[in-house]
Each structure stands twice: as C-alpha cells, then as structure tokens.
C-alpha cells in the first residue's frame, strides 16, 4: 500500500514538473493557428500567412506580444534567478528608404499590458514619469532604429541593454559575426531583411549576451555580453514577449518565429522554415531603385529620341543633358498644358512671387494636380536648382505637399505638386474666412506642420531648411491635415549674380531678426517663423496688422504683453466663441512666444515643439525674456530689421516677398525683386487672389 502511494506520489511530482518544464519552452514556427498561444495588445496582430506584425507604418502605434503565461524566472526563497535563452527572427521595414521608426525590443516584464506607456522613443515599454524607476520590472534586449538624444543612444542602428529604463546600461552598434571571421560585420537592422538574434543568460556567471545573424546557424561570438545579475530586478514570475512603436517616423516590426527555455539553450530557428513577406513589400528599396532604374532608362530613351525631333520642331522643350539625372518625373510640357487647359485663368489658383499656380488633371491618370509655373531668367541658377528638385522629389511625409515632377520649357519651369483641395490655411484664420476652423482642426494643423518641419530639419538624409513657413504655405488636404508647400523653393531665389549679396527670401512677420544681418536663414529662423504662425493659428490675426486700431499691431508683441498681464487667454480668436481646449491653447501660445523670441537661443528645436505639443514635456513656467535686438544700425552693412517691420503686403496664396541684403559695403540697400510686392509699401500685395 505504501508502495503504491509513493508510486503515485513519484508520479505526480514527475507529471508535474513535465508540466511546468513545458510551461517554460516553447517553440513558434512562424505563428499560423497560434492565436491562443500569444497574448496581444496594441496594434499587434497575427497575419494569416503566420506572422506576427507588432506594428505597421502608421505613426505613433505600440504592438506587444507576450506568451500568455507568466514564467518562473526567479526564487525569492533563495534569491537567485535562474538562466534562460531565446531566439526569434524579426524584420522592420521602414516607411521610407533609410528612415525607420522607433523600433522593437524582445521584453521580460511583470506585466504584459505595460498600461500607461508611450509610443516613439519609449518602444511601447515605459513612459516619461516611470522611467529609470526601480519598480517598474522591465528588462528589454532593445533593436532601435532612431537615435533620441535624450535617452543617449550612441546612433539610429543599434542593440541596448535596458533595465527599468530606456537608458541602455549598454549599447553597440547592430552587427553580426560571420564564422571564421572576428571583424564585426556592419548590419542594418532597418534594411528589411530577416535577422536571427539570440539573447542567452546564464545566472551562474551573471551574463547576458545577445547574438544577432543574418542566418539560422548562432555564430560563436556574441556582439554584445554585460555582467549582470538580474535577480534584483525580476519578480517570482515575469512574462516575456515583444514590444514595437512608431513614432513621427514609422516602421513595421515583424517576428517570424520564436524559441525559448528556462535553463537550457533555445533551438535555433530555421530560416527557411519560417514565413516570409510577400516579395515587393519586403524592401521598398529595391521597389523605389526598380522604379526609378526603368524611369531613367525610359527617360534617357525617350529623351534620346524627343532630341531628335526637338531640333526638326522648334519652340518644344529643350532638354539639356544635366536635366536627364533629375529624380522625379518630368512631365512634358504638352501633357502639362493639356492638364490645365492652356494654362486657362479659370484653373488659376493663385500667384505671387514664385509663379503661378494652376489646377490641373493629368490626362492619362485623371489625378488631380497642382502645376507651379515660375519663370527665370538665369541659366545658372537654374541648372543649381535642378539638382535641389531631384532631392526635393525624394522628400515624402504626409505633412508635406509632396512634389511628383517637374518640366522646364525655355526660361520657365513648372512644378507638379499633389492637389490640395482645402487649399492654404490663410484662407481660413483672417479676415472672411472659408469656414471658421475649430480648435480641435486648427491643433491638428500645427501638430501636423511641426511634423512635417521637424522631418525636413532632423529626419532626412540633410538638413532641410523651409526659409518660408507662413499660413500661405500651409495647405490643407481632404481631411483638414496640414502640409508644408514650397520647400526649398527659396533657395532658387538665392542665388544672386553678384556672389557678394545675399538675398533675404522670406515674408514679413516670419523672418527672424537675425536673417537681415546674417542673410543665412538656419533652422531656427524657420522656428521662429514657425512660432508667429502658431500665434496667428490660435489668434486668428496676422503676424502684422499694419490697419489695426488704433495703431498698428505686432501680434508677438500684443501676445507677450497679454501674457506679462497673466491675461493670455485674451488674445484667442473670438471666432471660436470660448470653444476651445484652455490648457491647449496655453501650451500653444506660450510655444508661439518662445519661438518667437529674438534671440535664437532662445527658440527650441522642432524635435522639442513636437514634444511639447505632444504634452511629453511641460513648458517652462516662466518665459525667457524676449531679447532686445541687438544688431547694430547700419553698422555691420546689414539692412535693419526697423525697415522691415513697418510693412506688410497682403498674404495671398503664394505671395512671396524678397529683398536684397547686402553684405558688401553697399551700405543697407534694400532691392525689390520684379515683380513680387514691395515690402516698403503699406499696401502692397497687388497680386493677391481670392479664387
Ligand atoms: C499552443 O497552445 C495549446 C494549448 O493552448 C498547446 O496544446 C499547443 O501545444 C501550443 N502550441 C505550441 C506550438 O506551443
Ligand atoms: C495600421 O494599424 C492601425 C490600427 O490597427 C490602422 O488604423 C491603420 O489603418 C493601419 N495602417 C496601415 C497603413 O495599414
Ligand atoms: C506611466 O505608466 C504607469 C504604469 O506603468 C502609469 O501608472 C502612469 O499613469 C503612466 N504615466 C503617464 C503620465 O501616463
Ligand atoms: C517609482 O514608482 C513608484 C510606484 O509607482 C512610486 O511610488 C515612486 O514614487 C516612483 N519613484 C520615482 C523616483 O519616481
Ligand atoms: C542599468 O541602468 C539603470 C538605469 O539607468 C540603473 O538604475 C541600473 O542600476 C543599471 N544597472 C546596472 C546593472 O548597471
Ligand atoms: C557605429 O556606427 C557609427 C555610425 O552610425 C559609426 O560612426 C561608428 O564608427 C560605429 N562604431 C563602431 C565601433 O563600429
Ligand atoms: C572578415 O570581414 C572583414 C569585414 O567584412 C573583411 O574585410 C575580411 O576580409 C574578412 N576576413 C576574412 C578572413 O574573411
Ligand atoms: C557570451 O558570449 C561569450 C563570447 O562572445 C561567451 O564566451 C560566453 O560563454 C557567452 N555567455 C553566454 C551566457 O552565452
Ligand atoms: C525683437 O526685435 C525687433 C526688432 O528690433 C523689435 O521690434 C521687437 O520689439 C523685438 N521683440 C521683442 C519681443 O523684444
Ligand atoms: C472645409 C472644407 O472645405 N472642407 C473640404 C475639404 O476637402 C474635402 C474633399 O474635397 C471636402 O469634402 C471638404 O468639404
């Protein structure tokens, strides 16, 4: 009898552990009918080819995966942890070619919901009040794509350790070992492809390494290995999974296929045993270098035989050979003037300095276009310019009226925009608007053109400064979102003929008081200009007011002596009749002061607005002093700002102002450029246009 017992009892305890031992290892070839097997949160989801997508490339979403069961990663009794191992293949395929956000991290947590945390540069594990903080029990391998400042990430390719917060304890660049070979090999975790990575922890010599290759064998040398004894930051039980966010900069982060155990090595994945992404969506690259490989080919096929016939046919477009390597399309002039019939006055949208603006259809798509027509003279700074609108045409976010092409005919050029139906935001903040905008549509607006100017400032390949961020230039899509028009169209008219003079591109209200010293317009001149269209959005008033009663009102001025006399809240549009988020319009006032202030140290970085706007950092209480001008009159040759500021020319559609600066010792001249308003009279704006 007591034999049997302890049969039984032997028996038991066996079972049991097998079960437990089960509970600790697992192993997911590609997650096809293992919805059950999978806890998700967020945006994640299992694909029905089998792969697990954690997010895709809309911006600011989370996606986590956790196994559905909590694992014994520690004894409290004897206050060791104990070692574990995994393995899991993953790709993260950027929006854009090279730009990738933020990333994804294979996650030990207590919880598996992690409530309360943050997309972007928090990966979807912490957020701005908890982290660093010693109770939060988070320990993540992080794969980041996007190098934050703030958090001291070494670059936009890299592999952390991060425990409790998303400041690594220790991070390299992301690479792999080939065997047979001890130079690291350089990997870019962002390129799309399948990446095996292996993290391994062994609580007896307290190490945590983590192994990354490009295949399903696990080299022998591991890229990153930190001592660590992680007993005091797990609990009894943790749950393990993945985390991924996207921030301004979106990527989608996929997992194929994932191994764990508890004390022991995790099976190796089989590469070619695992889903895969279905072939174009795996590397947009090869799609955009396909696309644009058979452009130019067909390009430089039909540009061949158009030379032929262009010197038979006269008046037809002549193209030159340093126009054949420009990126985006060229349209023929033909298809263009077919577009907008002729060029009628009845498809007219507005004009200004830079050109006329037409609506057209493209005849063999029937989309909607916006064609720019800008006549210059000079060949040379034309030929300069065409090499800007071949990267000009690469930029792409959705808050940027995207450039699709171009076409040159004798001394004009035409620019093919994406038509904005709701046209530019001057249209609807002053005088007889459109429509009153909401508070809600006109906060959507800024957010979206802080997007678009922090993209153009900090996440392309180069910096790109706007020169001429003005309500006019902000235009609105179907849905009301805002996008930045012409820029880096400023720069054409940069080029002087006389390399001793600079040209001050710009309008009047946005430019920076140092710009008419300096004549380099920098990115934090576009923030101040960025700060007087936040004042305008929210005050329903022009920058300048030269008819307001009963004087003449400077809308910085007028906002910052509302704020010294803690009536801030004054200055909102009447038109919103009280309707409106006060704490919002707060931050956006105070933000519009700050970036407006004189001294350019003063202003932030757009990284910074955006975060401010996003309510992930809170405005200081009090405001920096906004600095006194300090430029001397006429002392430097500089042209003074005093001359400026006592004009403005109606705002229309593309109305543009530029003056010559000159830094030579033509002693504060002030030249106006043909056929543009004149910024010295009161009335200007001759060309404006309400169609
Ligand atoms: C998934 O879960 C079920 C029970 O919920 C289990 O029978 C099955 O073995 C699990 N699959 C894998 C691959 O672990
Ligand atoms: C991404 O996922 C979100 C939430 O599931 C969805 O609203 C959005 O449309 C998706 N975006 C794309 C581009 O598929
Ligand atoms: C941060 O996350 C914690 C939980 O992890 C939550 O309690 C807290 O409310 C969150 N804070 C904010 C500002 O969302
Ligand atoms: C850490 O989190 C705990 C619990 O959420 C909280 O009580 C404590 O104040 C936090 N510590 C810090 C330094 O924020
Ligand atoms: C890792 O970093 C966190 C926060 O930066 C710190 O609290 C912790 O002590 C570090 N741990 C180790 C083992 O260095
Ligand atoms: C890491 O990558 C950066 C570029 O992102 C490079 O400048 C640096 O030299 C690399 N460091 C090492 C140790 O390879
Ligand atoms: C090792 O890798 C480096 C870097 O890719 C390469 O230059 C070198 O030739 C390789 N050495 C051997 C022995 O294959
Ligand atoms: C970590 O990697 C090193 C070599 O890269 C190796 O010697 C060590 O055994 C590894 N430790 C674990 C726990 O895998
Ligand atoms: C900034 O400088 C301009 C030009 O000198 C001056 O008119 C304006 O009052 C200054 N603004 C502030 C807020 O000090
Ligand atoms: C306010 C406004 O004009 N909204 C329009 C924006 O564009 C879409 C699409 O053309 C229209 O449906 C809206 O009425």
Redesign the pocket.
Known sequence: MAKALLTIFWAFFFLSNQVLSRLDEFNFNGFKHLRNNISLNGVAEIESNGILKLTNDTRRLIGHAFYPNPINFKNSKIGKSFSFSTAFAFAIVPEYFKLGGHGLAFTISSTKELTGALPSQYLGLLNSSDN?N?SNHVIAVEFDTVQDFEFGDINDNHVGID???L?S?VSVNASYFMEGNSTKQALNIKSGKTIQAWIDYDSVINELNVTLSLSSSKPSMSILSFH?DLAPYLEDYMYVGFSASTGLLASSHYIFGWSFKMNGRAESLDLSSLPSLPGPKKDHTVLIVGISVSLVVFTVIAVSAAIYLYKKVKNMDVVEDWEIDVGPRRYSYKELKQATRKFRDKELLGFGGFGRVYKGTLPNSKTQVAVKRISHESKQGLREFMSEIASIGRLRHRNLVQLLGWCRRRGDLLLVYDFMPNGSLDKYIYEEPKMILTWEQRFKIIKGVACGLLYLHEEWEQAVIHRDIKAGNVLLDAELNGRLGDFGLAKLYEHGSNPSTTRVVGTLGYLAPELTRTGKPTTSSDVFAFGALLLEVVCGRRPIEPKALPEELILVDWVWEKWKEGAILEVVDQRLSGEYDEVEAVVVLKLGLICSNNATSARPSMRQVLRYLEGEAALPEVLAPPNEYDGKKGGDGGVDFEDFVHSYPSSSYFEKVSAWSSVGDRDGEVDIEAGSASPLSTTGGAHSSNR
Do not use: D, L, T, W
């Open positions: 660093g010693f425990i409790n917060s400041v304890n660590v």
